[in-house]
């Protein structure tokens, strides 16, 4: 969740859009409710991902840090590998000597 709440703030957004935002970035897999989406906020937030940039009493808009698009880099950078560990893996291009003796 916290990936798709950084990316989706990628533009600064207020709760109910980044609802959708999140909605849309993650092809519908992701559906947040108010509440979850407030405690996740918060916690991230509070760990510096992104800061509050505008309250005007109604409305609170949230933006990312650049702490936050150091840390989205590196689990974009880790998402990747994975990725390309499981095409390695599904194309059958794993070098049989190399995992012989990584089970040794």
Do not use: C, F
Request: overall charge negative; hydrophobic content about 35%; aromatic content about 4%.
């Amino acid at each position: 969740m916290q990936w798709h709440i950084t990316v989706a703030l990628m533009n600064p957004s207020d709760r109910y859009r980044l609802m959708n935002v999140i909605t849309e970035v993650s092809h519908g897999r992701v559906n947040m409710g108010p509440g979850t989406l407030y405690g996740v906020l918060v916690r991230i937030q509070k760990s510096g991902l992104i800061t509050l940039s505008e309250d005007d009493g109604r409305r609170k808009k949230y933006t990312i840090t650049n702490e936050g698009k150091e840390a989205l880099q590196s689990e974009y950078n880790r998402l990747a590998a994975l990725v390309n560990d499981g095409i390695i893996l599904k194309e059958g291009d794993v070098d049989e000597s190399s995992s012989k003796t990584e089970t040794e």
